[in-house]
């Protein structure tokens, strides 16, 4: 069941977004640092396919299972089923959700909304929350639109006063700050976990921003 602070600090990840490799070990680390929820992303060159990408889901939800982090399948709604995961993420090209919902029964469904025509033509009866972005540059997605900055958070959050949004592209623990001010409740991060080099001091600064307000 979706809660609205499980977007404080959203870590989504694949295979090929860790240098080296070893995603589990990545995860490991930003579980026990304090991440509210995760998604498997497994996507673009040399990304996991069938058998492989099935073990490794089941692997990483065990993982976020241990740490009661919500485990989130970003496309692949069958993958989704098929493990249980706690939801399913997804882009405005992906399947209609109307039409799978009954697969999801109290899991959590994130939409990614990146303007406000997405969002006008978006039917979110069933949406939990909406990923808005790229807010800055971000080399993470190939076909990520133009970065809408903080304005585009401060407009959506104003369009909806009450959605759960997680504001996400080129995210780091430097400049969520006014990401959140902006309304944004949470924010979502890509490169600056998976390519940290102390993950546990980075995760925690993230972290710090919701223990001072
Ligand atoms: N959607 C919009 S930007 C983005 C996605 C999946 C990538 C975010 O990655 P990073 O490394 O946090 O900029
Ligand atoms: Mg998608």
Redesign the pocket.
């Known amino acids: 069941m979706f809660e609205r602070r499980m977007l404080q600090l959203y870590f989504?990840c694949g295979t090929t977004?860790v240098p080296g490799g070893n995603i589990e070990q990545v995860l490991k680390e930003a579980l026990t640092a304090g991440i509210t929820m995760f998604q498997f992303?497994e996507k673009g060159d040399g990304a996991l396919t069938g058998d492989a990408k099935l073990a490794m889901a089941l692997k990483l939800k065990e993982l976020c299972l241990h740490h009661q982090v919500p485990f989130i399948v970003?496309d692949d709604w069958e993958l989704a089923v098929r493990i249980a995961a706690d939801g399913v993420h997804l882009g405005q090209d992906d399947q209609d959700i109307k039409e799978i919902i009954n697969y999801f029964p109290d899991k959590i469904i994130g939409l990614?909304v990146?303007d406000f025509q997405e969002y006008d033509r978006s039917d979110l009866t069933h949406v939990d929350y909406i990923?808005v972005?790229?807010?800055?540059?971000?080399?993470?997605?190939s076909d990520?639109?133009k970065p809408g900055g903080i304005e585009l958070i401060r407009k959506m959050r104003l369009y909806d006063e009450d959605i759960p949004i997680v504001a996400?592209?080129?995210?780091?623990n430097k400049n969520c700050e006014p990401i959140l001010k902006a309304g944004a409740d949470g924010v979502?991060?890509?490169?600056?976990i998976?390519?940290s080099s102390n993950i546990e001091q980075d995760v925690k600064a993230y972290l710090h921003y919701y223990q001072k307000n």
């Open positions: 989504i977004d992303r970003n990614s990146s990923g972005g790229p807010v800055y540059e971000t080399s993470s997605k990520a639109k996400i592209g080129g995210v780091t979502s991060t890509i490169s600056s998976a390519r």
